[in-house]
């Protein structure tokens, strides 16, 4: 659950140092030029020197100020876009030729409106550059200078185009920002850690943080609860409703503790500045060990929460842009996470409703089948009659139930799948044994086959068995039931017919015993029962998947 590394490394120059550092370079690249070629400047060389060593200091003062300063960068780049503004043009008035960076210049400047702002920014940057470098060219024309309309037009020309190019860019490179390469990094989420923990650690490494706090409060709760993690030292802290509640109300924002400064992005994506001291509100600065770094609010269906990076190397208001996109693979990293845990806890329920059914349908029944005939033996009995024999035939019949448990142990320890003869066997061998318990004649029989079959089913079978005996026995008085086991290319099939008394009805038709019907459909079957002829048939089939063949 990391972030690419390449997107840790990426921040440590962020848009406003790339910016910063690419204006020092351009200054001091078009220096060098105008050295090299002895015909620039063309006019007013004095001056021209002067506003390129000028430009070069402030861009040199720009990059030392706000290297590591996401406050005075966002405080400066509205000034210092204007002065690149006026340093181009000033440029395409005082150069000509190939040393002239007036293009250079123009794509520079727009390239940072887009980076930094929006498209509205590229295009007022735009459309002003046009105009100014227009305005340039007839000042020029009417004092006289060497001018070149032709050459003036063509460039105007690749102004233009180069203009809506560049717009399209600030109106598409949100999206592009938000591309971090392994977007899946909490898609998997573990039942054996906290979710808090995987996504703060997940955000830790992916902005290449020191230290973090997550603090969190599901809907209903009163308080805020999470944890705090400094250096891989994890501690668990919880926070009163109204130390963090405020901060919640806002999108991603960079925050200075020290000196209440913060900055934010509105619906335009423009910067606004922020007290953060109004939002992060006692004792949560102390408890979490809030200095500077990057604040994201958290929501989903389970409550809401905020994150808090600290010491986030070159942080800068790029982080801002990035934040949002933490926020929601978090809040989804939660959702998920409260699935799958619900899916387990209902697949635990489902598993202890079938276990207490199989025991049900086993030990059970057999210890209902016991009493049965201990109290036919006790009639016996007070008859003056010999029940020796019955009771010795009776610990038999436990000593099998014995046997019978173990096999059903064995089979919920076993593999996927079983041979469908291993499972018609123990059928057969199950067929003697209900036939001594209930007193009942059982005639068992199955079609031979190779296909191996789901172990799920193996166990289903051997209690609809002993459910569906059970009840022709007890609810409709049979003296002989006939069992047949078949295996079709996509369902096991059982068969019982019984010369017992009808079932009971209702509108009409014969009522299915409840534990047989809610067995059967669970397991994705069908179940159907007939009366004809003085005997009832009911018909079982189990859905035999794709795998088991």
Known sequence: MRYASNVGNGFQHSSGRVIALGRLLLATLFLAAVLIDTSQPTHAPEVTYALILGYIVISAGIVAATWNDWWLDARLSGPAHSVDIVMFTLLVLLTEGYTSPFLFFFMFVLL???????????????????????????????????????????????????????????????LARFDLGERDLLSEPSLDESPLEGGLRAAMDGLRSASGAFVWREQGRPAYSGLLINRDAVAEIELPHEAIAGAIAFAPFLYDLKKDRGLRRDSDRNLVRLMPAELIRPPA???????????????????????????????????????????????????RHALLRAAQESAEARSRLTLARDLHDSVVQFLAGAAFRLEAMKRSNASGRDVETELNELKQLMLQEQRELRSFITSLRSGPLAAFNDIAKDLQALAVHLSRQWDVQCEFSAHPTEMMIPTRLRIDAHQLMREAVANAVRHASAKSITIELAALSDELKLEFINDGAEFRQRGGQIEMPASLKERVEQAGGALDMARGMGVTKLSISLPISEMSH
């Open 285 to 335: 600065p102390k408890a979490l060990g809030l200095s500077q770094g990057l604040a994201i609010p958290v929501r989903s269906d389970r409550g809401e929460g905020m994150l808090f990076l600290g010491e986030v190397r070159g942080l800068s208001t790029d982080h801002i842009d990035v934040g949002a996109h933490i926020a929601s693979e978090l809040a989804a990293h939660i959702q």
């Open 112 to 174: 940072a409106a887009a980076i930094r702002w929006d498209w509205h920014a590229t295009a007022l940057t735009a459309i002003l550059l046009i105009l100014l470098y227009l305005v340039a060219g007839l000042f020029a024309f009417n004092a006289g200078v060497s001018f070149d309309p032709q050459r003036f037009l063509v460039r105007t020309g690749h102004l233009i185009v180069l203009s809506l190019i560049l717009i399209w860019f600030g109106a598409n490179q949100r």
